[in-house]
Nanobody
Framework: QVQLQESGPGLVKPSQTLSLTCTVS??????????WNWIRQPPGKGLEWMGL???????YYNPSLKSRTSISRDTSKNQFSLQLSSVTPEDTAVYFC???????????WGQGTQVTVSS
């Protein structure tokens, strides 16, 4: 059974870059036909899809975040990562990683990690 686990700092200062990593076990991010996604949920708001990376390394981003978002991968560690630059308090959210079949997100997701942007 595939498992995903997010990791990274819980507190980031405004204007800095938020960096998170998703470690995948039980499935390969390079051979699987799934796509690997980042999603976030700000407090009191709905889920927001941020972007994904597929097995050949191609990435796709939410247009509203594209200028600040980068998703990459470390195939040797079976991990994919999120970088969000120039963060503001509005980027405070629980960040999730998840796989998808096409655009359909699949269970299980990672448990989520809280990131707070504050000075």
């Amino acid at each position: 059974q595939v498992q995903l686990q997010e990791s990274g700092p819980g507190l980031v200062k405004p204007s800095q870059t938020l960096s998170l990593t998703c470690t995948v076990s039980g499935g390969s991010i390079t051979t699987s036909s799934y796509a690997w996604n980042w999603i976030r949920q700000p407090p009191g708001k709905g889920l927001e899809w941020m972007g994904l990376i597929v097995k050949d390394g191609t990435t796709y981003y939410n247009p509203s975040l594209k200028s600040r978002t980068s998703i990459s991968r470390d195939t040797s560690k079976n991990q994919f990562s999120l970088q969000l630059s120039s963060v503001t308090p509005e980027d405070t959210a629980v960040y999730f990683c998840a796989r998808s079949w096409g655009i359909i997100l699949q269970e299980p997701w990672g448990q989520g990690t809280q990131v707070t942007v504050s000075s």
